[in-house]
């Protein structure tokens, strides 16, 4: 396998993996600083129509979360090979990325990924420990803004009580998880992104039309469907995955 450099170090401290569960990611944001009007909502199909319709609308950020591969890793490394390290900052940032540190956090850096742009970034409650947060980390690099969350006792506390959450017993936070989460998100400049803290950067993967969401038709293909075409090219036998919206609240 080709050689990574962007894994947190081994040595880095570990949080407790979060559950895939909307209702877990939800009572994360919303304890962080999103408002109960919006939150995350399992996505059961993303070809067939009638289950597409269950979904809130607009979407606008999607978690997929899939078991890592080889045909990931190799993929992966390959198209970062060639690219600069992201160095960007501050408010003419397209869209904002976060380099991830903490082991086993890649659910919580998704997390942010989906409410730190677009549309949920202006909805969140001013004041907030969210509000907080981004707001300093937007001036900064992306090293210090990864030691930005690395130290947050806010993100910290936030994260513990929302991983005692879930149907399922969640695994220790020095166990290896094999799965991990990608964010696709619709920016504030109306371009589709693929946001991964295990990346070099944020991958822009197209422009949408101002009536397409995170779910839309082009941003599916651009997104989740390229993302598994590549897999299934790659070889990959095992193609499981599943999907959560960020978008309007049933309540």
Known sequence: MPEDTTDPESNNKAFVPLE????????????????????FTDVYSIDEPDLLAFVPRPSHALLLVFPVSRTYETARVTEDEPLPAYTGSGATEPVMWFRQT??????LIGLLHAVANGEPRRQILPGSDLDHLLREAEALDPLARADLLYESKALESAHADAAKLGDTQAPQAEDNVDLHFVAFVKGGDGRLWELDGRRKGPLERGVLNEDEDALSEKALQLGVRRFLDVEAQGGNPDLRFSLVSLGPSFE
């Open 102 to 107: 903490i082991r086993n956090a890649c659910g």
């Open 20 to 39: 895939n569960n909307p209702e877990v990611m939800s009572q994360l944001i919303h304890q962080l600083g999103l408002p109960p009007t919006l939150a």
